[in-house]
């Protein structure tokens, strides 16, 4: 109950009582307030990533290429994987705003990118939503299933996406790779029979 007061007048004081997220740190006032300031080393590649993205010819897949070669990571030291980018991008912290149950709230900290920037990403992602939702006319048997081993051996992470080849003959690419150069198909067929032959394996002791 305390701990719930303390994070409500945080809150109220226009202070994220959560962790940092990626370009901030969590810092200590010299009045005690626990607070989150500006990451100097990882800030400018937060900046970036919104600026590329609301230029208009940046995809998501791209960001992340980009933010691995340049080295932008995790307080941890950690690979930014896609979700944590796409998260990052829809996140009104970065514009000194966040919300909190339900609320918007004005924060207290040093906005990285200007209300306009972050809604031009917003709006690009919104748009780009309302296509994806529009192509998406049909449901694959294995979607957010399979993830791209090639990729997985670079210390990245992009799922296989279903296509549909003749109008009837399914298949599954990794974009990243069909996007490099190197894409490899996979026949739903193959899939399946490789998923039957793990669950085969399987057996649940009766009691």
């Given at each position: 109950?305390?701990?719930r007061?303390?994070?409500t007048?945080?809150v109220?004081q ?7 997220p ?11 307030k626990?607070v989150i ?9 937060v ?13 998501l897949?791209?960001?992340v290429?980009w933010a691995?070669q340049?080295?932008l ?16 991008l829809?996140?009104?912290?970065y ?8 609320i918007?709230?004005t ?18 992602m ?11 006319f ?20 992009f ?19 069909k996007?490099?150069?190197?894409g ?7 899939i399946?029979?490789?998923?039957l ?5 399987l ?5």
């Amino acid at each position: 109950e305390e701990t719930r007061k303390g994070m409500t007048e945080k809150v109220r004081q226009g202070i994220w009582p959560g962790a940092a997220p990626v370009g901030y740190l969590n810092a200590r006032r010299p009045d005690g307030k626990n607070v989150i300031a500006v990451d100097m080393e990882r800030a400018p590649g937060v900046i970036e990533l919104f600026r590329r993205y609301a230029g208009g010819d940046t995809s998501l897949v791209e960001l992340v290429t980009w933010a691995h070669q340049a080295g932008l990571t995790s307080k941890r030291g950690n690979k930014l994987p896609r979700s944590t980018i796409h998260a990052l991008l829809k996140n009104p912290l970065y514009m000194g705003e966040f919300d909190w149950h339900g609320i918007r709230h004005t924060a207290q900290h040093q906005p990285l990118v200007s209300r306009e920037l972050f809604e031009r990403v917003q709006d690009r992602m919104a748009q780009r939503a309302v296509v994806s939702r529009a192509t998406q006319f049909r449901e694959f048997a294995f979607s957010g299933l399979l993830a791209c081993a090639w990729c997985a051996s670079e210390g990245n992470t992009f799922l296989l996406v279903g296509e549909i080849h003749k109008e009837r003959y399914t298949y599954y690419a990794c974009k990243e790779c069909k996007r490099l150069g190197r894409g490899v198909y996979y026949r739903e067929p193959d899939i399946e029979a490789a998923f039957l032959a793990e669950l085969q394996k399987l057996w649940v002791d009766p009691e």
